[in-house]
């Protein structure tokens, strides 16, 4: 456990929600949830998560810290962004979502092996060594995840997927030998490095 | 009938629903002279489309037959219908009203006999019935219509029905030759009554009210339960006419939600509830489901609730539906997760019901006269509106009982005005 979730469980000991308003994005948004059912109903990967936004909301209030924040819920969100479309209270839940897997991390508490954690911190690497994505690279890290053996099996799996993208000029093999980035790479991540220090003030003020 | 005599003590009362006729009435009977302008054919607005009243589950027509003896009787009392209101000049205590009356192409020599319809041939779709069923080109708007006669549907002008059901009339009461007309005439203050429609139950994309037969709206339903509406009293499925035993609810159809109407319609979980009653009395072995977020069912009404909680064949389920999808047989199915719970269902009904809020019926554009909305659309109390009252659901989503009181209440403060002009005339 970091210490920083030490620091926020005596902090917030008994209020979880007030927790979540200071800290997690669109996170005061929360208490405005009237338990309708239509964002979970909606959800159209909701049948495979463990618990639907409006589960998640209700957890929060009733202060069940652990299980939220070490839910994969928030990480199995597509972005398909249908409950905010539909929620009768107009609740950023989409953005919510993705608020509490953000603090969930920050924290240290995101369940081992979560596939969609784990892709999005590849991404993010991948993202910040040249301020554009490198699919080829991306493709790449994410086939040897889980080891040498697994990754060609994967790279085999995707040959014609692979050969298709470069076809259509989606992918190149160049890539691999640097590859294409933004002009000003040191200034973009001076910019992120400042964006991230602002953020981890913000939460330690907060702790 | 048209001639109205009027002067700036007289009282403008617009809509003949029940809040206008009310208002109207309350002020005609404390000595006031009052115009009542009613755009459609008939007094009674969408009271007169109701089967049953809540909590009582008595007959709206017993109060309507009260209310028009009383219009009937009162000399103080002059009502257009087939009359709207275009425009409102002036200011409290001395406004002048222009008024465009349609041509209803039957006079007052009309008995009501019903020989124009036999002979008129065209069909059009009836809007007392919200569309279920198919009236004449000349008809009787409904049974209990105020005034009794009939009306000439203006498509079937210049067409062979038009002659025919003048030539059908022994009482020369149809005239062909009626036109469109405007009058204008003072008056001291308003009561503005224009009332509601049923919100628009196919903007609610996922319930799929437009593509779904077995999909219905709770007014529709209601002229379903009346045995004078288009399926005789029957309650059965718009798709192939099979008894509907098995019906849901969905409450908040369009209310209480930001992509639709931002306010609570009030009236719409106890009318579901009324409903339930129509179909447990018509079936033995019916099912009820209601799907709702929460029940707001207020002071007296609690007992008309926990009645219809207690029955066996009723199942509330604390949930608003996600979607409707209908499987090969046109049943539609429920989809959602509940909130007791957080299970995942899946149910097949007969028919689905969607209790639809209440929208006000005229649009901030469309007023003829300045006048303070607000964000629900609604007239707000508020000096800037003169001497121009809100009654009944203009002002606010109310049930009958309600819009009664408010409408009693906005014909004392058009009271109020013309009694001060009254006073400085002298």
């Avoid at chain 1, 590849?122 to 554009?132: E, H, L, S, Y």
Wanted: glycine share 8%.
């Amino acid at each position: 456990m970091s210490d920083m979730n030490t620091a926020m469980v005596e902090k917030y000991r008994s209020n979880f929600l007030k927790e979540v308003e200071a800290n997690v994005e669109e996170g005061q948004w929360v208490k405005m949830c009237m338990q309708c059912g239509v964002c979970s109903g909606s959800c159209p990967l909701g049948p495979y998560w463990a618990h639907p936004p409006q589960e998640i909301f209700m957890m929060i209030r009733a202060g069940k810290r652990e299980e939220v924040l070490s839910s994969d819920s928030m990480w199995m969100c597509t972005s398909c962004y249908n409950c905010i479309v539909r929620c009768p209270r107009e609740l950023p839940i989409t953005h919510i979502m993705h608020g509490l897997a953000t603090y969930a991390k920050k924290l240290g508490l995101v369940p081992k092996n979560q596939p969609t954690a784990q892709f999005s911190q590849i991404f993010w690497d991948n993202m910040m060594k040249k301020g554009r994505v490198n699919e080829l690279k991306l493709g790449l890290s994410l086939y040897f995840k889980d080891g040498f053996g697994q990754g060609i099996k994967n790279a085999l799996a995707n040959q014609k997927l692979g050969m298709n993208m470069m076809k259509a000029k989606r992918m190149s093999a160049a890539e691999f030998f640097g590859g294409h980035g933004v002009k000003d790479v040191a200034g973009l991540q001076k910019m992120i490095k400042k964006a991230e220090e602002i953020e981890a003030a913000k939460l330690e003020a907060n702790k | 009938m048209t001639e109205v005599v009027a002067t700036n003590e007289t009282i403008l009362v617009v809509g003949g629903g029940i809040s206008g006729m009310t208002a109207a009435l309350e002020a005609a009977e404390t000595g006031k002279q009052v115009v009542l302008v009613e755009k459609r054919p008939y007094l009674g607005g969408r009271v007169s489309q109701l089967y049953k009243y809540f909590p009582k589950l008595c007959h709206p027509t017993c109060g309507l037959e009260i209310n028009q003896r009383r219009a009937k009787m009162n000399p103080n009392l002059t009502i257009l219908t087939m009359a709207e209101v275009t425009g409102l000049e002036g200011e409290a205590g001395n406004y002048t009203a222009t008024v465009k009356l349609s041509p209803r192409y039957v006079n007052d020599n009309c008995t009501a006999c019903g020989e124009c319809a036999k002979a008129v041939e065209a069909e059009f779709d009836n809007e007392y019935d919200y569309g279920m069923s198919k009236r004449k080109g000349a008809y009787l708007p409904h049974v209990m219509a105020h005034p009794m006669q009939y009306v000439l549907d203006p498509r079937i002008i210049g067409t062979d029905d038009a002659q025919k059901a003048k030539d059908a009339c022994k009482y020369d009461a149809i005239d062909l030759d009626m036109e469109e007309r405007e009058i204008k005439f003072p008056c001291g203050a308003v009561v503005w009554a224009t009332g509601w429609q049923p919100y628009d139950a196919a903007k609610i994309q996922p319930y799929g009210y437009d593509r779904y037969e077995n999909v219905i709206t709770n007014v529709e339903f209601e002229r379903m339960a009346d045995p004078k509406g288009p399926t005789g009293g029957k309650i059965v499925r718009p798709s192939d006419g099979k008894e509907a035993k098995n019906v849901a609810f969905i409450q908040c159809a369009g209310s209480r939600d930001r992509n639709h109407l931002f306010h609570c319609s009030r009236i719409c979980c106890m009318a579901s509830l009324k409903q339930t009653h129509y179909v447990t009395e018509a079936y033995e072995d019916a099912q009820v489901t209601i799907y709702y977020i929460d029940i707001r069912a207020i002071d007296r009404f609690e007992d008309f609730y926990q009645k219809v909680k207690a029955k066996d064949n009723v199942t509330f389920t604390k949930s608003k539906v996600a979607n409707i999808i209908t499987d090969k047989d046109g049943n539609p199915i429920c989809r959602g997760v509940d909130t007791e719970g957080y299970n995942r269902y899946e149910n097949t009904h007969d028919l689905v019901v969607l209790a639809t809020g209440m929208e006000p019926s005229v649009t901030k554009a469309d007023f003829p006269v300045d006048i303070v909305i607000n964000r629900e659309g609604f007239i707000e109390p508020d000096p800037a509106n003169g001497a121009v009252f809100a009654a009944g659901v203009a002002s606010d989503a109310l049930d009958v009982n309600r819009a009664v009181q408010n409408a009693t209440g906005a014909a004392l403060k058009a009271i109020q005005v013309v009694n001060r002009v009254a006073g400085a005339e002298g």
